[in-house]
């Protein structure tokens, strides 16, 4: 290890123990996590102290996109439960499918005039990359008590599915670009491969991983510690799976994150009884922490890069990107759901651009996209006001809305946002 990486990898475990000890304290303030370790990132990328760059840790760079990808898409998945669904359902369902079809579109047709010089399939990239929604950036904002459930839970679930769903577009995208890795399979390889067989892998790992886990458990086979570390397995072999057969291992992971928490949770009584709820805690921890080291990537080689180009094409794009080609689509999704202005507002600005679109922006710079540079400084200069101000505003508008939740439902006993979940799952 040369000195300046020794230097980098010492200062990296200072400020994630640093972090570490402020982390509950710093939970009720303004100042979040990805806001800490995106700055963090540029004082020791190329602009700062230049002890960590793209061209030179390339290879630790990608494992550690990758594996962090893997893990969140496989924990998200695992997380959503029928009863998120059942409790205002029709919420996430719109959001994720109408709302984040339009906000792909919406980002493609707005980066048109705002990114002159780029592709049909580049813009397309661009609007996808910056799609997906990451809760944890506003995180007081999903789980604040003075939220309604409805709410709260409509974007978790959006939140945890809506990067595995824009993973084909991405990837399809991709393909249709020249000169990338996915161009040389073609559209239809990536679809066979990508799609269909990755997702086949996935379910098959997930939903056996999910039931032999549960047949142990049963007989008193796995101990606790055992049972968590089986869930980084399934995650690792789905993705691995499908990469050997020139598959998609991101869809893959997803997919079986998704069959491993739904085979997990169904319980045939003494022989199988459901898991425990912490089954996927290491690798919900485990992900949080290479989340966090992301996004000091992210500040090192995409923001600090980035901010030294910045023009004004840039910075307006980013700024629309985070309330029309977001709000705009929520409105429109959500036309005829009775759900008040206020609640419409707060989810439309409450989309914040997080890790997923980071991780995306770093395989695209990895791809070599032919717009590259232009593209990674949108993606990071959008993902980097997000970090700022949905972090900032978390907690004064979650206060805020449940101030007028809170009035609103005592003055209209039958307001949507506030109806018990039967009444909300019958109307």
């Known amino acids: 290890m040369s000195g300046g990486s020794a230097w980098g990898v010492a200062s990296v475990a200072a400020v994630t123990a640093g972090y570490a000890l402020v982390s ?5 303030t303004v100042v979040s996590g990805p806001m800490v370790f995106t700055a ?6 190329p602009v700062g102290l230049d002890l960590l760059d793209l061209e030179h840790d390339s290879p ?10 893997t893990l969140v898409l496989a924990t998200d998945a695992m997380s959503v439960r029928r009863q998120d669904l059942r409790v205002g359902g029709f ?5 994720l499918g109408i709302g984040l079809l339009l906000t792909i579109g919406a980002g493609w047709l707005l980066a048109w005039p705002l990114l002159p010089g780029l592709t049909a399939w580049e813009l397309a990239l661009v609007g996808t990359i910056l799609a997906p929604t990451d809760a944890a950036l506003g995180q007081t904002a999903v789980s604040s008590p003075r939220v309604p459930p409805l709410v709260r839970s409509g974007l978790n679930v959006e939140s945890g599915l809506n990067d595995g769903m824009v993973l084909p577009f991405f990837l399809l995208f991709l393909a249709a670009l020249p000169g990338t890795h996915a161009s040389q399979e073609g559209v239809a390889g990536v679809f066979w491969r990508a799609l269909v067989l990755s997702t086949a892998l996935g379910l098959a790992v997930g939903g056996i991983g999910g039931w032999l886990l549960r047949q142990a458990h049963g007989k008193g086979w796995a101990s606790r510690g055992w049972r968590q570390v089986f869930v980084l397995a399934v995650a690792a072999g789905s993705y691995t799976l499908a990469v050997v057969v020139d598959g998609s291992g991101f869809i893959a992971a997803w997919v079986a994150g998704f069959a491993f928490g739904v085979s997990t949770r169904r319980s045939d009584a003494a022989r199988a009884p459901a898991l425990d709820k ?12 290479l989340a966090s080291l992301s996004f000091l990537v992210f500040g090192a080689v995409l923001l600090g890069p980035a901010l030294q180009h910045l023009d004004w094409r840039i910075v307006t794009y980013a700024v629309l990107s985070l309330t029309v080609v977001r709000m705009l689509p929520v409105a429109l999704s959500l036309a005829g759901s009775r759900l008040a202005l206020p609640t419409v507002l707060y989810i439309g600005w409450f989309g914040p651009r997080g890790l997923a679109s980071v991780v995306f922006g770093l395989l695209m710079v990895e791809e070599h996209v032919p717009g590259v540079q232009l593209l990674s400084r949108v993606v990071a200069v959008t993902v980097a006001l997000s970090i700022l101000s949905h972090g900032m505003s978390a907690v004064v508008l979650a206060n805020r809305y449940g101030a007028w939740h809170r009035k609103a439902a005592a003055a209209r006993p039958q307001l949507r946002e506030g109806m018990p979940e039967e009444d909300s799952i019958a109307r």
């Open 91 to 95: 919420l996430p369902g719109r959001l």
């Open 40 to 45: 963090f990132g540029v004082a020791i990328g």
């Open 60 to 69: 630790l760079v990608l494992t550690l996109v990758e594996a962090t990808l």
């Open 24 to 28: 509950r304290r710093l939970s009720t």
């Open 278 to 289: 912490d089954t996927a805690d290491l690798a919900g921890q485990l992900a949080e922490l």
